[in-house]
């Protein structure tokens, strides 16, 4: 089992920055791939990133490249989300999950952390 627990959500302005934590603990990630999706209030929970379990690989959903960044640091069993630029559309619960494969795809994830609010105003 993994329990998975974000952190460094908040309240922001458009343009500001903001960095996600996610710590793991139960299993180490080292051999998970990891992503961030999100959900707004009415709408579905859509994929922001993803990282392969070396760190070699991202993805990111066309929205926030050039914005976000995915990192993960295994020796500390964290994944972060480093968010610049910010917009009012970002605005939604962030949650991290792992999975025992690299995907974009939320059904491919099996492990699921209870979620961060962000809320950007502008």
């Known amino acids: 089992q993994v329990q998975l627990v974000e952190s460094g959500g908040g309240l922001v302005q458009a343009g500001d920055s903001l960095r996600l934590s996610c710590a793991a603990s139960g299993r180490t990630l080292s051999s998970l791939g990891m992503a961030w999706f999100r959900q707004a209030p009415g709408k579905k929970r859509e994929f922001v990133a993803a990282i392969s379990w070396s760190g070699s690989m991202q993805y990111y959903t066309d929205s926030v490249k050039g914005r976000f960044t995915i990192s993960r640091d295994n020796a500390k069993n964290t994944v972060y989300l480093q968010m610049n630029s910010l917009k009012p559309e970002d605005t939604a619960v962030y949650f991290c999950?792992?999975?025992?494969?690299?995907?974009?795809?939320?059904?491919?994830?099996?492990?699921w952390g209870q979620g961060t609010q962000i809320t950007v105003s502008s």
């Open positions: 999950a792992a999975s025992s494969r690299y995907s974009w795809r939320g059904k491919d994830y099996n492990y």
